[in-house]
């Protein structure tokens, strides 16, 4: 899988290093690697336009990865604006925090998903639980299905997509778990 690591740019670069280690060690692949690269000076000092590309860049991260693993031990004001984008794109989350020195996000309290992960962890355990909630998130990834349409059967997914102010996948999605429950031998099964 594609994983995208966001945290604090200003927090531990060596925990950063064992954790991208571990994703990398349990197989999988880092979408950017920008965490050990930027300063917390380079930030201060990006002018309006280079603070909105890097917003756009983020973004285009997040979309581009399978799963995202945000490190929360040092608090970053950005992280929550970017775990909902992120479950909002129904991408699996993974929100660690170091035992010893950090806690639960606040603002992830609340907050009850299947496609969110919050774990402590110590550097006894970081490459097992990265190994482990990597795992869990592969399970909880929807599965891509394409085919194809006449196109009048696109121009009403697109009628309906705007009428009801839903995506077209949403409605196709709700179609067919609506005819699952219908079909009582199915959980009979």
Do not use: C
């Not at 300063?39 to 280079?50: F, G, P, R, T, V």
């Not at 603070?51 to 995202?68: F, N, Y």
């Not at 031990?73 to 699996?92: C, N, R, Y």
């Amino acid at each position: 899988m594609k994983v995208h690591l966001m945290a604090a740019i200003d927090g531990s670069k060596d925990d950063y290093r064992k954790i991208i280690h571990a994703i990398e060690k349990s197989g999988h692949s880092l979408v950017t690697n920008h965490l050990l690269d930027r300063k917390i000076e380079d930030i201060e000092n990006e002018s309006a336009d280079e603070a909105e590309l890097a917003a756009k860049k983020i973004q285009q991260w997040i979309k581009k990865a399978d799963v995202i693993i945000y490190e929360v031990t040092k608090p970053d004001v950005s992280i929550g604006f970017e775990v909902a984008s992120a479950l909002h794109l129904g991408k699996p989350v993974v929100v660690l925090y170091r035992s010893d020195n950090g806690s639960v996000p606040h603002g992830l309290k609340g907050i009850s998903s299947d496609k969110l992960q919050v774990l402590s962890y110590d550097h006894n355990t970081l490459e097992e639980l990265i190994k482990l909630s990597l795992e869990y998130a592969q399970e909880t990834n929807d599965t891509r299905f394409n085919f194809f349409i006449s196109p009048n059967l696109s121009h009403y997914l697109d009628w309906v997509s705007q009428t009801m102010k839903i995506p077209r996948s949403v409605y196709l999605r709700k179609l067919i778990e609506d005819d699952r429950e219908s079909h009582s031998e199915y959980f009979q099964q």
